[in-house]
């Protein structure tokens, strides 16, 4: 005997799961397509509840045009420890531009994304302190086909 039934990952699973299944397919297209061009590190979390940027890349961030101000401002508004992380990817886009990247996700004929009033507020921030933002904006196709586009907010 056989049984199967449909389990929506959305809004019967973990919240997050489909954000991670999103950025588990991002990260093999990052490596094909982007490496070159980009130099992300990720904003990663401990637990359900602890989100963690690893600062022991301070070195890397000032060594790559990020200034204390900047990484001040990771730490305050990207990173925060108050829930998850404003944007999935700090880093820079070559040569020495320093960026934000978001990994956003969708199924079907869906088109849009939203920011969070959060996102919103550290746009602004970001691209005052000089910041490019870069969402890469996946959308789940038939037969298992990703369509990314990588779009410049």
Not at 53 to 81: K, P, T, W
Not at 114 to 122: I, M
Request: hydrophobic fraction near 40%.
């Amino acid at each position: 005997m056989s049984e199967a039934f449909i389990f929506n990952i959305v809004k019967e699973g973990d919240r997050h799961l489909k954000g991670r299944i999103a950025d588990i397919i991002f990260q093999s297209i990052y490596r094909l397509k982007y490496a070159n061009r980009f130099k992300l590190l990720s904003a990663t979390w401990r637990n359900d509840h602890e989100f963690e940027f690893v600062m022991r890349h301070h070195e890397f961030l000032l060594g790559n045009s990020f200034s204390e101000e900047d990484i001040e401002f990771l730490r305050a508004q990207v990173v925060h420890g108050r829930g998850p992380p404003s944007f999935d990817y700090v880093g820079f886009e070559m040569p020495k531009r320093k960026i934000l990247l978001d990994v956003k996700s969708t199924t079907g004929s869906c088109k849009t994304f939203v920011f969070s009033p959060n996102q919103r507020k550290v746009i602004t921030m970001a691209k005052a302190l000089g910041f490019g933002v870069y969402i890469a904006y996946l959308r789940f196709l038939e037969n298992w086909n990703v369509e990314i586009r990588l779009i410049e907010v």
